[in-house]
């Protein structure tokens, strides 16, 4: 490439800070992208990992849309958490592997974050035997939720579900998003095509796919422990 | 759900173990969909002229002589042309099949699926999974021939062959099958009060009460197809003899240097585990391999459970029955109180007895014996074992259990970070376990090896009896 920036090139270079262009781009140019490279969402919740460091906190972010979107709808939502409360407590309590979990609500979603030990479905599996009546509390307030309660009754539907709706966690690292599409796709080995000039269009059209991410898997101030040995080391008991 | 249970309909190897002491594998392709299902319709028809008859679960005071079972992977279900509505309702797990879950299940590096020799490199033509019993090689044989006589149904991709060692004795020379979950609906006289609940039959059924009250396993429909059948992890796993008595010489000879010695061994002790092994004269380091081994399984060699008999094996105690409570000196790592904590505090406490197995296995390659001297200019013959873990839900039994129990060790935080001593991906650079000593400190060694390392397997559904007649009746 020639080092001096001729006129045409530093007006291409300017064009995606233009409104006008910024609209094309995401009503014309990103959907015809799209359409030509069909990017399919890639799955949510923690990397696979065989490190007992990547399995310990590990994050999950649900985005649920509420079926009524309207403050009445936010408020069936928060009755429901705040009803359920002791429930919750005594769940954390004999699942023993959440380190904590979080109501939000986010425009006409009602959100759940939470911090967990081990394997995501082992997590919702022993949620659903001790406190299913919860999740159908707050899964039947939200769109498509009335196909998979009871949760006890309908333990893989469920967890398949909430699986579905937990956020894509974005790699730190940018080349591994390449990674994990290609692993999407069924790719066995690492083409080792990083074509980094085409990683920001393939970002964008992934986001195009999942619209709402984890931007990292989340960052913790220490190495990962699991709830029960903090517990152990504070001698509050586990 | 049916009222009364028959065990007249479900295969015969699940709710009780045959004991036969050969087994052979063959690994199945459907080659002609028609012919399969007649093949799968003969081998319930209760003639027995053209394809061997499937052992049902009441063969009664009599054992067959020899007992013929088969499992069908997901793969299999579809080229038999199980209809899509159907298919969808398999767990995921299952439709994945085992080669996809390989991080969940520790199969990763030497041991992942891409390094599996064949047939379980093509895990897309592995269909179905029979399985032979007997007493003698020429009547896995003979079974093995008439099963395939029409040629047409089947291709015949690979076999394995397993032979029981006398007393139940397994590669690293322990004593195996004392534990399998017991059944109300069952009565089985190999079989004595362990102190555990009995299992609800959901633990090995679908479409039964399972372990955690009041949740039910989707069963596949057509109900004929779904209910009572159950899943088997079928695994090859390679057993590496000799590192693993090296590695019992080592750390042996690490503990002799330990101050703690004698809190672990007093002296003089090794008198008493010599007595007991009917060794004379047995050194302090010789007792110190077998005090390791004990502390790895959970038990000594010959079965005695380190829960209730942790300073010497002891014929005389009770092997099945006995808990983790209180100052149990039983590991909380050991292989055994990971597969299975009893009533012992763990921290997913609703899951103390939800990932129960029904064990299968058998050994497969020769007997190893440390007296005799090794050739190391020759290679070891391939030794390991041929194990199925049988549960009605894969991933809230045998998965569950194999990457937060055995590989991550979450339920104690004591343990947590550490993999199984016996089976677990350890990796020598990081590994650890702790003996514990009865003033409540531990000794910790380091550096274990990997011992078992996978060589393949597959997920297989194993259909009731009415299934495997609903499979045969399939058209279209
Ligand atoms: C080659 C690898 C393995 C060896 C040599 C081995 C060996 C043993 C031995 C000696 C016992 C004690 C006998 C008994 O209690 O019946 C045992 C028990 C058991 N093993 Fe393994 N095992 C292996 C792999 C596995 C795997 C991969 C799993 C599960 C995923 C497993 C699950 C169990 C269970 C559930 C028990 C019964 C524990 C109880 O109920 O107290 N084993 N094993």
Redo the contacts between chains.
């Keep these: 490439m020639s080092g001096e920036e001729g006129w045409f090139d530093r007006f291409v270079n300017g064009l995606p800070e233009t409104r006008v262009f910024q609209r094309l781009a995401s009503w014309v140019l990103v959907p015809y992208w799209s359409w030509r490279t069909p990017v399919r969402p890639l799955p949510g919740g923690p990397h696979?990992?065989?490190q007992?460091?990547d399995?310990?906190q590990c994050m999950m972010n649900l985005i649920m849309p509420l079926k009524e979107k309207s403050p009445v709808g936010r408020a069936k939502a928060a009755l429901a958490i705040a009803q359920n409360k002791d429930a919750i407590y005594a769940g954390l309590?004999?699942?023993?592997?959440v380190h904590f979990a979080r109501f939000v609500i986010v425009g006409d979603n009602i959100c759940m974050f939470s911090v967990y030990?081990?394997?995501f479905?082992?997590y919702i599996?022993?949620f659903?035997?001790?406190i299913?009546s919860v999740f159908n509390a707050v899964v039947e307030l939200v769109e498509g939720g009335e196909a998979v309660i009871p949760c006890?009754?309908?333990?893989?539907?469920f967890i398949?579900w909430v699986h579905e709706r937990d956020l894509y966690q974005v790699p730190d690292t940018a080349t591994d998003l390449l990674r994990d599409q290609e692993a999407l796709n069924g790719d066995?080995a690492a083409s080792g095509n990083d074509d980094l000039r085409l990683l920001p269009r393939k970002v964008v059209l992934q986001l195009r796919a999942n619209a709402n991410v984890s931007l990292g898997s989340g960052y913790r101030a220490y190495p990962g422990?699991?709830?029960?040995?903090v517990?152990?080391?504070l001698g509050i008991g586990? | 759900m049916s009222a009364v249970f028959d065990a007249a309909d479900v295969q015969g190897n699940i709710l009780r173990g045959y004991r036969k002491p050969r087994v052979r594998y063959l690994i199945l392709e459907v080659a002609d969909r028609i012919a399969a299902r007649h093949w799968l319709a003969a081998s319930t028809s209760g003639r027995g002229d053209d394809v061997p008859q499937i052992t049902i679960g009441n063969w009664g005071r009599t054992k067959p002589e020899t007992c013929f079972n088969i499992g069908l992977t997901y793969e299999g279900l579809r080229a038999l042309g199980v209809p899509n509505s159907s298919l969808e309702m398999f767990?995921?797990e299952f439709i994945e099949g085992m080669n996809a879950r390989a991080?969940?299940l520790?199969d990763?590096g030497p041991n992942a699926p891409?390094t599996w020799p064949a047939p379980f490199d093509a895990p897309k033509r592995v269909h179905l999974i029979a399985t032979i019993y007997a007493d003698e090689v020429a009547q896995l044989d003979e079974v093995q021939q008439h099963a395939l006589t029409d040629g047409k149904a089947f291709g015949l991709l690979g076999a394995l062959e397993g032979c029981a060692f006398p007393n139940d004795v397994v590669h690293f020379g322990y004593r195996d099958n004392i534990m399998q979950p017991r059944f109300a609906e069952v009565h089985d006289g190999q079989r004595y009060e362990d102190g555990q609940p009995k299992a609800p039959l959901g633990t090995v059924l679908l479409g039964h009460p399972t372990n955690?009250?009041?949740?039910?396993?989707?069963v596949p429909q057509p109900e004929a197809l779904g209910h009572n059948g159950t899943f088997n992890a079928f695994r090859v796993l390679e057993q590496d003899v000799v590192g693993f008595e090296e590695y019992l010489d080592r750390a042996a000879s690490d503990l002799l240097t330990r101050p703690q010695i004698d809190e672990l061994l007093p002296p003089g002790a090794e008198a008493k585990i010599g007595q007991a092994l009917s060794i004379e004269g047995l050194s302090r380091h010789a007792a110190l391999r077998e005090v390791v081994a004990a502390h790895l399984c959970g038990r000594w060699r010959d079965g005695t459970p380190m829960a209730l008999s942790p300073d010497a094996p002891d014929p005389k105690v009770d092997q099945a029955n006995f808990d983790y409570v209180g100052d149990s000196r039983c590991p909380f790592g050991a292989h055994i109180r990971r597969c299975n904590p009893r009533g012992g505090q763990?921290?997913?406490?609703?899951?103390n007895n939800?990932r129960r197995l029904v064990r299968r296995g058998m050994p497969y390659g020769p007997l190893y014996d440390p007296a005799k001297p090794r050739d190391p200019s020759k290679p070891e013959p391939e030794r390991g074992l041929l194990g199925n873990f049988i549960g009605a839900s894969l991933?809230?039994q045998f998965?569950?259990m194999s990457?937060?129990w055995l590989?991550?060790?979450?339920q104690?935080?004591?343990i947590?970070?550490?993999n199984d001593p016996i089976t677990g991906?350890n990796d020598p650079g990081t590994s650890w376990f702790d003996l514990p000593l009865k003033s409540g400190t531990t000794i910790r060694l380091r550096a274990l090896p990997r011992f078992v390392r996978t060589r393949g397997g597959a997920y297989a559904f194993l259909p009731s009896i009415p299934a495997i007649r609903f499979l045969g009746s399939l058209m279209a």
């Design positions: 696979p990992s065989i007992p460091g399995n310990l309590d004999n699942v023993g592997t030990d081990g394997d479905t082992n599996r022993d659903i035997a001790t299913g006890e009754h309908n333990v893989e539907a398949q066995k422990f699991s709830a029960a040995q517990r152990n080391q586990w | 767990p995921n991080l969940k520790g990763v891409e955690f009250e009041g949740l039910t396993w989707r763990i921290v997913q406490r609703v899951a939800s991933g809230a998965e569950a990457c937060d590989n991550l060790g979450l104690d935080p004591r947590t970070g550490s991906a």
